[in-house]
């Protein structure tokens, strides 16, 4: 008799260990299924390959992220107008100054390089010397005086930028002008994202 209360209580424990096991593995189960999933931790640029032209990341509103992108911006440093006169039509010098401003609130981002370009896509110079920071909202100006954009009319600046993880692009423009005594002059152009080669 005493042998068989043993075995009883054996199994009792068994089944008790058996069925506590059971109930964990349920409730995990449906902790995981139910849980929302929260987005991954932000991690290097590297880690995200397809961030750049083609943006494979969104926001929760669905805006397209981007960890890197290479921008041209137009510059249109020479406007040439009115009749043709003595066989070459006249022509106002423009100056640009170009701005660049980050649109996250959250990430700082950094410009690499703002390379300036000739009509003939020869490189003139990168008008950064060093990797440049801009802070969340920020923004950063650059400066073509007439004389230096004159040298390169129809040229282009291409910007390269990065982030530490998918951001709001930056927004590039140039503003281009001629204020003088009599006439003022000012047009935008826009950067758009390019593949870089």
């Not at 075995?7 to 068994?14: C, E, G, K, S």
């Not at 849980?35 to 926001?59: D, E, Q, V």
């Not at 003595?86 to 170009?98: D, M, T």
Request: charged share 15%.
């Amino acid at each position: 008799m005493r042998c068989q209360a043993q075995v009883a209580r054996r199994m009792i424990a068994r089944l008790w260990t058996s069925a506590l096991l059971a109930t964990c593995v349920l409730a995990a189960n449906a902790q995981e299924t139910s849980a929302p999933r929260l987005p991954p931790a932000p991690t290097p640029t590297t880690l995200y390959p397809a961030a750049g032209i083609a943006a494979s990341y969104a926001s929760p509103g669905g805006s397209p992220l981007f960890a890197w992108q290479a921008l041209y911006l137009p510059i249109q440093s020479r406007l040439l107008y009115g009749d043709v006169a003595n066989g070459k039509p006249s022509e106002v010098l423009l100056s640009a100054q170009v701005s660049i401003r980050n649109t996250d609130p959250g990430v700082a981002l950094e410009v690499g390089s703002a390379r300036f370009h000739d009509a003939d896509g020869k490189l003139v110079r990168n008008l950064l010397r060093r990797p440049l920071r801009i802070p969340p909202l920020g923004s950063h100006d650059l400066f073509l005086p007439r004389t230096e954009a004159a040298k390169a009319a129809g040229g282009n600046i291409i910007v390269e930028w990065s982030a530490e993880r998918p951001i709001n692009p930056p927004r590039v423009e140039a503003l281009h002008s001629d204020i003088r005594s009599g006439h003022t002059l000012f047009f935008v152009t826009t950067a758009h994202p390019i593949q870089p080669r």
